[in-house]
């Protein structure tokens, strides 16, 4: 796809700064890693940058360095900063690897998931239209803590960039703040790094030191503005969320721009990766994450999870759990329903109350209305899979597949002892173990037939009240007494025998 931006606008390299341990996180994770809504901080940061088409993209990783470079997209290298020295530090490395590097080098951290592609541009855009050798992202915060601060002279220009720790308490009462991002010329770049000191409170080659020794020498240096928030980057666990949360907001608010129907915003959590076509439906607390599609005037939720899950159109999803499932149109699934991974539900199927599937194929039609479990199966089109039904499928060593036939009927609380198959327009009775396959048409029966003992609560439970219930309902008038139980008289299976749940 062509880019609509001018090649001027392209930079020659971006560097991105991922090498720290981030130990406020407490996590053995490295802090680029963390995770919110389908990507890492390190991921948006990515996702925000690709889009500048830059000629380099190079990650500069040292803490968990393996699990960061491998994380990294194919556009995107890694430059590793064995010891921590500072940001100064990280992107001279990053230059010596691209020594031949010229024009515009943009610089950022990777925890600032918050960036977009459109400030990014516009700081690269600014960066070009002047002569300055370097330009800074500021924003003015309320609470600057931690921040570096942006000392201006009284007629607005930039003097230097001071770090939190080297500042005195009238510098820390400046609320303008550094971003951390930098759009940068790359000669006067190199020249620079190669004269930073450690000469402060941490020992570290700052870059922000760079601003000063431009100022020092005359060269220009520019100010591009942004939000706070966009600007923010994360720190901790509670940054983290306050973090998502606004890329929550974005994304959702972005698909009710598109056509999305969504209830109640604030309780819908939509990853990234994400599709949903206009005129979906998505009720409240629903969690729509992965690779997870939905189609036209389809309705999720309220209370739903789907995790890398194809809804089609017109579907239903109500209070379940879908993971890695094929969800065909039309389809009610829930509530209370949970599809395993490699469960696909044919247009029209319907996956009831307290039912789990799992790798399991369910014909157009077909229904498992509830209380029911279904692994390793293949259920053909408009069958009817009775009330408290499980499908066998596991005998302690290996898996084993069930096959149910089109057009039907199981009886209600069928065990299906799997490998078995019941054929086409089969029927099989409640409370039946079916251990064989039952022939097309056939009513399969797998159970011992019933036998009542006369009298065995009176006898056995004498003053109880379910004997005296009994007795009352034996000799309602004071005598008498019950007639004999039957038996159907051709040893067939008795009215109501085959009993699906329905």
């Known amino acids: 796809m062509s880019d609509p931006r001018p090649a001027t606008h392209r930079p020659a390299a971006v560097v991105i700064l991922a090498a720290g341990e981030g130990t406020r996180m407490r996590s053995t994770t490295p802090k680029v890693l963390h995770r919110l809504l389908g990507r890492t901080l390190l991921g948006h940061v990515l996702a925000a940058c690709e889009p500048l088409a830059a000629g380099h993209t190079l990650v500069v990783v040292g803490h968990g360095r393996e699990a960061v470079t491998a994380s990294l997209p194919g556009h995107a290298r890694s430059v590793v900063q064995h010891d921590q020295h500072g940001t100064g530090h990280a992107t001279r490395l990053a230059l010596e690897d691209i020594p031949a590097a010229q024009g515009t080098i943009v610089v950022l951290p990777g925890d600032a998931p918050l960036l977009t592609t459109d400030t990014l541009a516009r700081l690269i855009a600014a960066h070009e239209a002047s002569t300055a050798v370097a330009t800074v992202l500021t924003t003015e915060v309320a609470d600057p803590t931690g921040y570096g601060r942006v000392i201006r002279t009284a007629a607005g220009d930039v003097v230097r960039i001071v770090e939190h720790a080297d500042a005195t308490p009238a510098e820390r009462a400046v609320r303008e703040i550094n971003a951390g991002v930098y759009a940068f010329t790359a000669e006067p770049l190199r020249q620079a790094l190669g004269a930073l000191s450690t000469d402060n409170v941490q020992g570290e080659e700052y870059l922000t030191d760079v601003i000063g020794m431009y100022v020092d020498k005359g060269l220009p240096v520019r100010i591009a503005a942004a939000g706070p928030r966009e600007t923010e ?57 992965g690779a997870t599609t939905v189609a036209a005037g389809a309705t999720i939720g309220p209370d739903c999870t789907l995790i890398d899950t194809v809804v089609g159109a017109g579907a239903r999803v109500q209070r379940a759990h879908c993971d890695r499932a094929e969800i065909g149109a039309d389809v009610s699934v829930g509530p209370y329903c949970y599809l395993r991974p490699g469960t696909r539900l044919g247009p029209a199927a319907k996956a009831g109350s307290f039912v789990e599937i799992k790798a399991s194929e369910i014909g157009a039609g077909s229904k498992v209305p509830h209380l029911s479990y279904v692994g390793d199966a293949t259920v053909g089109e408009h069958s009817n899979i009775g009330a408290g039904t499980v499908f066998v499928n596991y005998d302690g060593v290996a898996k084993h597949r069930t096959v149910i036939g089109s057009h039907a009927r199981t009886g209600a609380d069928n065990m299906f002892v799997a490998p078995v198959t019941v054929g086409d327009g089969a029927y099989t009775a409640a409370g039946s173990v079916i251990a064989q396959d039952v022939p097309a048409g056939a009513l399969g029966i797998g159970r011992a037939r019933q036998r009542n003992i006369e009298g065995w609560v009176e006898r056995r439970r004498a003053g109880t009240a379910a004997a005296n219930a009994a007795a009352r309902a034996a000799d309602p008038q004071g005598s008498g007494h019950p007639p004999d139980g039957g038996q159907p008289p051709d040893g067939g299976p008795a009215d109501g025998e085959v009993g699906t749940g329905r």
Do not use: C, H, K, Y
Not at 237 to 242: D, F, I, K, S, W
Not at 244 to 253: L, S, Y
Not at 254 to 262: C, F, H, N, T
């Open 233 to 289: 980057g994360v720190n901790d666990r509670a940054q983290l969320a306050a973090a998502a949360r606004v890329i929550r907001d974005r994304i959702v608010t972005g698909w009710m721009r598109s056509g999305v129907a969504v209830l109640d915003p604030e309780t819908v959590w939509i990853d990234v990766d994400v599709r949903l076509e206009p005129d979906t439906t998505v009720l409240p607390n629903v969690q729509l994450q």
